[in-house]
């Protein structure tokens, strides 16, 4: 069964054809580095991390590109209030980004673009659009004449004339300097105090939309000899607040330029809610993905990316605090099936679980055919349905999370240990698929935990407390030590069993 993936260009699923046979070229939208990076951001980097680990998985070769936009009058702001430059303040949010997103098991890319270092590429493929009559300079600036592209809306499906009718006789001052309002900035002339390059109109620097344009032809063509080969990449990425305008410039540029088609497909993820309003800093729900994360009781980052993966990535999320207090614990189900095998592998006379590659996805053998494997490949298969894909994730773990139940409370499993072992190796392998994965820290250690001998501290504070009927103080300890991963057994007799 092929891959079928919505694509917005048509929209409507398809079957997944590449370009070139077991190989996919993805270019994603990525961020204007100005701020720390919200949830927004989590919620594109988690959707595209999830697709690109589920090519891979399913055999293909992968050639992942995402850009930073690094030229920008957000950023230009920013560094006029912090009275620095933009420099600073881009590399600065660009770090603060890949530290974020890290935190959340996003995969780095294979390759990081940014506008600044594909200025002779920008000034390139304008100084074509200009050539070839789409663009036009225009005191300092140089616009893109959005009616001489013939296929202009057609992905967003917007219309020229239903547009210029809708902007109710509004006119800038830049629009008096233009041939049509629609049309689009390509370069901007230097304005006093701000940073610009040099270039055949004049001082200044690029439009947003012909960023990403030069940089995907920078970073797919290869030159051959005079003649540059076709920029057509298979997948192309972003937000669905992108589509209209920067994703359709995007498309009226490059096709412009080369009379062929940018990308096969184009895919993207809903807006993140809260509370049932769009995020945005006005209304004071802003949250960024580091404030989440530091919060005193701040959720598990595998936490989060399981909140941003149980619906469809092509849907609104609403971000509440009960939707994300009821993935942390949902995350708590999962995280006990992924760390069954450290917790009980010598119990079940596993061989390698002294070896150094015990748990490591890359090191494991799981059976294609099995019905949870088949089940997951059915559901992922479907455009990315990682709400299925999870369906499969959660049955293991509930099944590995009962046995070892079992195996605390008797001393032994009530099921075969090779089939224990199947089961939790395939859930492991599947769950980093969905980019989920539970390190044994304090679950199954004590190094950087509580020692032997402050569990058995905090567990005879918590039976004095019983015994004087302070229930409160009981509950407040056995919640302390659950925290670090420690779970209580209450025997009769008063007795309390514990274990990692």
Same mark, same amino acid.
């Given at each position: 069964?092929?891959?079928?993936?919505?694509?917005?260009?048509?929209?409507?699923?398809?079957?997944?054809?590449?370009?070139?046979?077991?190989?996919?070229?993805?270019?994603?939208?990525?961020?204007?580095?100005?701020?720390?990076?919200?949830?927004?951001?989590?919620?594109?980097?988690?959707?595209?991390?999830?697709?690109?680990?589920?090519?891979?998985?399913?055999?293909?070769?992968?050639?992942?590109?995402?850009?930073?936009?690094? !030229?920008?009058?957000? !950023?230009?702001?920013?560094?006029?209030?912090?009275?620095?430059?933009?420099?600073?303040?881009?590399?600065?949010?660009?770090?603060?980004?890949?530290?974020? !997103?890290?935190?959340? @098991?996003?995969?780095?890319?294979?390759?990081?673009?940014?506008?600044?270092?594909?200025?002779?590429?920008i000034q390139r493929l304008i100084g074509e659009l200009e050539q070839?009559?789409?663009?036009?300079?225009?005191?300092?600036?140089?616009?893109?004449?959005?009616?001489?592209?013939?296929?202009?809306?057609?992905? +967003?499906?917007?219309?020229?004339?239903?547009?210029?009718?809708?902007?109710?006789?509004?006119?800038?001052?830049?629009?008096?300097?233009?041939?049509?309002?629609?049309?689009?900035?390509?370069?901007?002339?230097?304005?006093?105090?701000?940073?610009?390059?040099?270039?055949?109109?004049?001082?200044?620097?690029?439009?947003?939309?012909?960023?990403?344009?030069?940089?995907?032809?920078?970073?797919?063509?290869?030159?051959?000899?005079?003649?540059?080969?076709? /920029?057509?990449?298979?997948?192309?990425?972003?937000? +669905?607040?992108?589509?209209?305008?920067?994703?359709?410039?995007?498309?009226?540029?490059?096709? /412009? /330029?080369?009379?062929?088609?940018?990308?096969?497909?184009?895919?993207?993820?809903?807006?993140?809610?809260?509370? #049932?309003?769009?995020?945005?800093?006005?209304?004071? @729900?802003?949250?960024?993905?580091?404030?989440?994360?530091?919060?005193?009781?701040?959720?598990?980052?595998?936490?989060?990316?399981?909140?941003?993966?149980?619906?469809?990535?092509?849907?609104?999320?609403?971000?509440?605090?009960?939707?994300?207090?009821?993935?942390?614990?949902?995350?708590?189900?999962?995280?006990?099936?992924?760390?069954?095998?450290?917790?009980?592998?010598?119990?079940?006379?596993?061989?390698?679980?002294?070896?150094?590659?015990?748990?490591?996805?890359?090191?494991?053998?799981?059976?294609?055919?099995?019905?949870?494997?088949?089940?997951?490949?059915?559901?992922?298969?479907?455009?990315?349905?990682?709400?299925?894909?999870?369906?499969?994730?959660?049955?293991?773990?509930? @099944?590995?999370?009962?046995?070892?139940?079992?195996?605390?409370?008797?001393g032994e499993a009530d099921a075969d240990s090779n089939t224990l072992?199947?089961?939790?190796?395939?859930?492991?392998?599947?769950?980093?698929?969905?980019?989920?994965?539970?390190?044994?820290?304090?679950?199954? +250690?004590?190094?950087?935990?509580?020692?032997?001998?402050?569990?058995?501290?905090?567990?005879?504070?918590? *039976?004095?407390?019983?015994?004087?009927?302070?229930?409160?103080?009981?509950?407040?300890?056995?919640?302390?030590?659950? /925290?670090? #991963?420690?779970?209580?057994?209450?025997?009769?007799?008063?007795?309390?069993?514990?274990? *990692?």
């Amino acid at each position: 069964m092929s891959i079928v993936l919505y694509n917005t260009l048509t929209r409507k699923k398809e079957p997944l054809e590449t370009l070139e046979p077991g190989r996919v070229k993805i270019y994603c939208c990525g961020v204007t580095v100005y701020d720390y990076s919200h949830l927004g951001h989590a919620r594109s980097s988690i959707a595209w991390d999830t697709v690109r680990r589920y090519l891979l998985w399913r055999g293909y070769t992968v050639h992942y590109v995402q850009n930073f936009t690094d !030229i920008d009058d957000k !950023i230009l702001n920013r560094a006029k209030t912090e009275k620095s430059s933009m420099q600073t303040v881009a590399e600065r949010y660009t770090q603060a980004y890949l530290e974020d !997103i890290a935190r959340l @098991n996003v995969m780095e890319a294979d390759e990081y673009t940014y506008a600044t270092k594909t200025l002779d590429g920008i000034q390139r493929l304008i100084g074509e659009l200009e050539q070839k009559g789409y663009a036009y300079p225009a005191a300092g600036d140089v616009y893109y004449s959005v009616r001489k592209f013939e296929g202009y809306g057609k992905l +967003s499906g917007r219309k020229l004339d239903d547009m210029q009718a809708g902007a109710g006789g509004r006119v800038s001052a830049a629009d008096s300097i233009k041939q049509d309002p629609a049309d689009f900035a390509l370069w901007k002339g230097a304005k006093e105090g701000e940073p610009f390059w040099e270039s055949p109109w004049g001082p200044g620097r690029p439009g947003w939309h012909i960023e990403c344009s030069a940089m995907i032809r920078e970073v797919f063509d290869t030159p051959q000899g005079d003649e540059r080969p076709v /920029a057509t990449i298979d997948i192309h990425v972003g937000g +669905s607040d992108l589509v209209f305008p920067h994703h359709e410039n995007e498309i009226a540029q490059s096709e /412009a /330029a080369t009379g062929h088609p940018l990308a096969r497909y184009w895919m993207h993820n809903g807006m993140v809610n809260v509370g #049932g309003e769009k995020m945005s800093k006005s209304l004071g @729900n802003f949250t960024t993905i580091r404030d989440l994360l530091d919060a005193p009781n701040g959720p598990d980052p595998m936490a989060v990316r399981l909140f941003l993966l149980q619906g469809s990535y092509r849907k609104p999320v609403d971000f509440t605090d009960e939707a994300i207090a009821a993935a942390q614990t949902s995350w708590g189900t999962l995280r006990d099936g992924l760390l069954f095998g450290y917790q009980f592998g010598a119990k079940l006379s596993w061989a390698d679980v002294e070896d150094a590659a015990f748990g490591d996805p890359a090191a494991m053998r799981i059976d294609r055919d099995s019905a949870p494997v088949q089940t997951f490949q059915t559901a992922m298969d479907d455009d990315f349905n990682t709400a299925g894909g999870l369906a499969v994730l959660f049955d293991l773990a509930k @099944n590995l999370r009962r046995t070892g139940n079992v195996i605390i409370h008797t001393g032994e499993a009530d099921a075969d240990s090779n089939t224990l072992r199947q089961q939790w190796q395939t859930l492991v392998c599947l769950a980093q698929v969905l980019g989920l994965a539970a390190q044994p820290n304090v679950e199954t +250690s004590a190094e950087g935990g509580l020692s032997d001998a402050e569990i058995e501290d905090l567990l005879a504070q918590r *039976r004095a407390a019983r015994a004087a009927k302070n229930f409160a103080e009981g509950d407040r300890l056995r919640d302390r030590l659950q /925290a670090e #991963g420690i779970t209580l057994i209450d025997k009769p007799g008063g007795v309390t069993e514990w274990h *990692r």
